[in-house]
T-cell receptor
Framework: GAVVSQHPSWVICKSGTSVKIECRSL??????MFWYRQFPKQSLMLMAT?????????EQGVEKDKFLINHASLTLSTLTVTSAHPEDSSFYIC??????????????FGEGSWLTVV | GDSVTQMEGPVTLSEEAFLTINCTYT??????LFWYVQYPGEGLQLLLK?????DKGSNKGFEATYRKETTSFHLEKGSVQVSDSAVYFC?????????????FGKGTTLSVSS
């Protein structure tokens, strides 16, 4: 079964509204989760590292006030796209695991979330 | 910083042709290397990986060997099928105690026709 669950898979929202995407680690506790973004026909870019109980670490060029990350528990990280605009339309995907986590050095990706802002 | 460079596509092949997708990397230390595949409208799937020099990852007829001397991890398959049509991403890891983030190449689109 799935190790990482991401929800929703598809979401359409109006420009100016906010959208929340959830990433759940189902099989093990994850102090760290990673959020990526993929624009159409482009590669996946790491957006931020979500840290349980502390602030997320954002990659250069990613607006932390626009992409709010909350990692309040060891199994859940949320990404909220605030005041969404059409240019935020993208595929967002999370990952957990690797390193010395309980995943045994295996990285697991969520199913991804397709966001369309109209 | 660390980076991954892979050949630009699209790569168009006939069924049963030989496939090579080149991937080279720049990294400090000794990263793990991965190939991921993304089928149309779907998320990422791990295809294969190698964690140290000279390791060969293999899966579903695909192979890639971790070459430290050439900093390469080229993907090969001896006979492609139409069902192999997808986007292939080469990636390297940046591991720490709490988890692993990946640095991806730009992706190579493979289109196989019958």
């Amino acid at each position: 079964g799935a190790v990482v669950s991401q929800h929703p898979s598809w979401v359409i929202c109006k420009s100016g509204t906010s959208v929340k995407i959830e990433c759940r680690s189902l099989d093990f506790q994850a102090t760290t989760m990673f959020w990526y973004r993929q624009f159409p026909k482009q590669s996946l870019m790491l957006m931020a590292t979500s840290n349980e109980g502390s602030k997320a670490t954002y990659e250069q060029g990613v607006e932390k006030d626009k992409f709010l990350i909350n990692h309040a528990s060891l199994t859940l990280s949320t990404l909220t796209v605030t005041s969404a605009h059409p240019e935020d339309s993208s595929f967002y995907i999370c990952s957990v695991g690797g390193g010395s986590t309980g995943s045994g050095n295996t990285i697991y990706f969520g199913e991804g979330s397709w966001l369309t802002v109209v | 910083g660390d980076s991954v460079t892979q050949m630009e596509g699209p790569v168009t092949l006939s069924e049963e042709a030989f496939l090579t997708i080149n991937c080279t990397y720049t990294a400090t230390g000794y990263p793990s290397l991965f190939w991921y595949v993304q089928y149309p409208g779907e998320g990422l799937q791990l295809l294969l990986k190698a964690t140290k020099a000279d390791d060969k990852g293999s899966n579903k007829g695909f192979e890639a060997t971790y070459r430290k001397e050439t900093t390469s991890f080229h993907l090969e398959k001896g006979s492609v099928q139409v069902s192999d049509s997808a986007v292939y991403f080469c990636a390297l890891s940046s591991a720490n105690q709490a988890g692993t983030a990946l640095i991806f190449g730009k992706g190579t689109t493979l289109s196989v026709s019958s």
